[in-house]
T-cell receptor
Framework: ELKVEQNPLFLSMQEGKNYTIYCNYSTTSDRLYWYRQDPGKSLESLFVLLSNGAVKQEGRLMASLDTKARLSTLHITAAVHDLSATYFCAVAISSPYSGGGADGLTFGKGTHLIIQP | GAGVSQTPSNKVTEKGKYVELRCDPISGHTALYWYRQSLGQGPEFLIYFQGTGAADDSGLPNDRFFAVRPEGSVSTLKIQRTERGDSAVYLC???????????FGDGTRLSIL
């Protein structure tokens, strides 16, 4: 059974600081996704990571993937209040049903991030 | 463009009743997914459709839960004999083929009294 663990689960930080959220998963996977969720809202796709060593950046967020360590990180640079949200990582395993295509995702519990002005 | 649409946005019903939740995916997306999310948790996978067929229903918790997608577009999640533990936000997502991200709807908040 695939397990996805995020840490920390809660993080309060000040604007201007840097921090990293970690996502570990238990089984070899070929796809990892990061999503953002604002309170009472649905999930917004941030990054798709498909290969070992993949690095994606958008604004103050940067995500990376190490498939050998089964670890992904989401790094926040010079945080601003607008980045306050819950961040989820999610892992896909190709099932025998899909033939290597789209599959259901296993999500972590999420990291609830509060950035204080 | 139009995103994933889910109706109703909220549903309150009594224990033991039957409910149907509807999902209208992004036009052209062949893959459709149902998840449910409890407070403070990540979404939990329920079922995945590729076209009209359920490609993976391993996440459905028991036989009270059933989903259909008869024409390969709109999907309905059906829950029979609802229980209080079924209360959650039910999320639908769709994606294009391959490794494209799943795009989520706003969800249906289901409350079983």
């Amino acid at each position: 059974e695939l397990k996805v663990e995020q840490n920390p689960l809660f993080l309060s930080m000040q604007e201007g600081k840097n921090y990293t959220i970690y996502c570990n998963y238990s089984t070899t996977s070929d796809r990892l996704y990061w999503y953002r969720q604002d309170p009472g809202k649905s999930l917004e796709s941030l990054f798709v990571l498909l290969s070992n060593g993949a690095v994606k950046q958008e604004g103050r967020l940067m995500a990376s993937l190490d498939t050998k360590a089964r670890l992904s990180t989401l790094h926040i640079t010079a945080a601003v209040h607008d980045l306050s949200a819950t961040y989820f990582c999610a892992v896909a395993i190709s099932s025998p049903y899909s033939g290597g295509g789209a599959d259901g995702l296993t999500f972590g519990k999420g990291t609830h991030l509060i950035i204080q002005p | 463009g139009a995103g994933v649409s889910q109706t109703p946005s909220n549903k309150v019903t009594e224990k033991g009743k039957y409910v149907e939740l509807r999902c209208d995916p992004i036009s052209g997306h062949t893959a459709l997914y149902w998840y449910r999310q409890s407070l403070g948790q990540g979404p939990e996978f329920l079922i995945y459709f590729q076209g009209t067929g359920a490609a993976d229903d391993s996440g459905l918790p028991n036989d009270r839960f059933f989903a259909v997608r008869p024409e390969g577009s709109v999907s309905t999640l059906k829950i029979q004999r609802t229980e209080r533990g079924d209360s959650a936000v039910y999320l639908c997502a769709s994606s294009a083929q391959g490794n494209q991200p799943q795009h989520f709807g706003d969800g249906t908040r289901l409350s079983i009294l």
